[in-house]
C-alpha cells in the first residue's frame, strides 16, 4: 500500500490547512508529524470504529476525519501556530503491517 499525503502549504500563523491521505481503507488511521530536529509525535488517530485521539497541543484545533466513499482521511488544521511546522505523516497500520506516506509539508509563520 502506497500512503499518498497531500494538502502541506506555507500558512500564515492562525489559518487553516487540511491535508488528505489516500488510500484510507477501514483500517485505523493516523497523522503523526515530525519537525526538525525532533522526534516524530502522533498528531491524531482515528480507529476502525470511528474513535479519535488527540494530541493535547492540538486538540480544539485538528479534526480528522474520513471519507470512505473517497477512500480518504483528512486533517482539518485551524487556528495554525508557528510550532506546527513539521512534515506531516499519514500512517496505517494493522495485523501483521504498517504503512507510512512519504510526507507533506507544513510550514506556518508568524
Known amino acids: 500500500v502506497q500512503l499518498v499525503e497531500s494538502g502541506g502549504d506555507l500558512v500564515q500563523a492562525g489559518g487553516s490547512l487540511r491535508l488528505s491521505c489516500a488510500p484510507s481503507g477501514s483500517s485505523s488511521m493516523g497523522w503523526y508529524r515530525q519537525a526538525p530536529g525532533k522526534q516524530r509525535e502522533m498528531v491524531v488517530i482515528?480507529?476502525?470504529?470511528?474513535?479519535?485521539n488527540y494530541a493535547n497541543s492540538v486538540k480544539g484545533r485538528f479534526t480528522i476525519s474520513r471519507d470512505n466513499a473517497k477512500n480518504t482521511v483528512y486533517l482539518q488544521m485551524n487556528s495554525l501556530k508557528p510550532e506546527d511546522t513539521a512534515v506531516y505523516y499519514c500512517?496505517?497500520?494493522?495485523?501483521?503491517?504498517?504503512?507510512w506516506g512519504q510526507g507533506t509539508q507544513v510550514t506556518v509563520s508568524s
Open positions: 482515528i480507529t476502525s470504529g470511528g474513535i479519535t
Open positions: 500512517h496505517t497500520w494493522g495485523l501483521g503491517y504498517s504503512y
